[in-house]
C-alpha cells in the first residue's frame, strides 16, 4: 500500500502562473517531508523540505505547506517559469529510520511560455 | 566535489549473469542508500548504510547485496540477474540519516533480457 502518494500524475501550467503541486500520506510517524525534482536521465535534485514541527517552509520561488491533521502537504511554484519543467517527487521519513525516503510516483509539470 | 558518481550509466545483461553498480561519495558522508525506480513509480530503497561495515536492507533488498568497506564507496551486486531487475538504480548519500537531504547520483540505467 503507497505510504505517499501523488494523485496528479501530470499538471501544465502558463508561464507566470502559479503552480501547485499535491501530496498525500498516510503514515503518521512520518516527521519530514522533502520535494525532488528530476530531469530526464538526471538523478533527483533536492528542492525544499520541511519537518512536521512547521506548517510553512519558503525559499525564493518555492513554497512548501504542510497539513498535518489532513496528511497533506502541497508544492507552491510562484511565478512557473519553463526551466521548471521536470517531474517533482513528493517524498517522507520517519523518525529513527535512517533517513530513509518513501517517495510519491511523481508529478510531470509542464510550464508553458 | 565531484559529489555522488555512479557507474556505468547503461549496461544490458542477460538473465543469469552477475554485476556490481558502483558508487562512490566525497562528501564524507556516512550515510548511503540505494534505490530503483522503475517506469511510472517513484523510488524505492533496495539498502542503505550509515557507516563504513554496517549495511541494511531496505524495502526491496532480494536479488542484492551490499558491502560498505570505505566512506566513500557503496556498491550493489546483483546476483543471478533477472527481467524484474530491469530498472535505473540510483545511488544517494547524505551526512546525517534524520532531518537532512539526499544527494543523487545521475543513475545506472540497467536492462535484464
Known amino acids: 500500500d503507497q505510504q505517499v502518494k501523488q494523485n496528479s500524475p501530470s499538471l501544465s501550467v502558463q508561464e507566470g502562473r502559479i503552480s501547485i503541486l499535491n501530496c498525500d500520506y498516510t503514515n503518521s510517524m512520518f516527521d519530514y517531508f522533502l520535494w525532488y525534482k528530476k530531469y530526464p536521465a538526471e538523478g533527483p535534485t533536492f528542492l525544499i523540505s520541511?519537518?512536521?514541527?512547521?506548517d510553512k517552509n519558503e525559499d525564493g520561488r518555492f513554497t512548501v505547506f504542510l497539513n498535518k491533521s489532513a496528511k497533506h502537504l502541497s508544492l507552491h511554484i510562484v511565478p512557473s517559469q519553463p526551466g521548471d519543467s521536470a517531474v517533482y517527487f513528493c517524498?517522507?521519513?520517519?523518525?529513527?529510520?535512517?533517513?530513509?525516503?518513501?517517495f510519491g510516483k511523481g508529478t510531470k509539470l509542464s510550464v508553458k511560455p | 566535489n565531484a559529489g555522488v558518481t555512479q557507474t556505468p550509466k547503461f549496461r544490458i545483461l542477460k538473465i543469469g549473469q552477475s554485476m556490481t553498480l558502483q558508487c562512490a561519495q566525497d562528501m564524507n558522508h556516512n550515510y548511503m542508500y540505494w534505490y530503483r525506480q522503475d517506469p511510472g513509480m517513484g523510488l524505492k530503497l533496495i539498502y542503505y548504510s550509515v557507516g563504513a561495515g554496517i549495511t541494511d536492507k531496505g524495502e526491496v533488498p532480494n536479488g542484492y547485496n551490499v558491502s560498505r568497506s570505505t566512506t566513500e564507496d557503496f556498491p550493489l551486486r546483483l546476483e543471478l540477474a533477472a527481467p524484474s531487475q530491469t530498472s535505473v538504480y540510483f545511488c544517494a548519500s547524505t551526512s546525517g540519516g534524520g532531518y537532512n537531504e539526499q544527494f543523487f547520483g545521475p543513475g545506472t540505467r540497467l536492462t535484464v533480457l
Open positions: 520541511i519537518s512536521s514541527i512547521k
Open positions: 517524498a517522507a521519513s520517519a523518525r529513527g529510520s535512517q533517513g530513509n525516503l518513501i
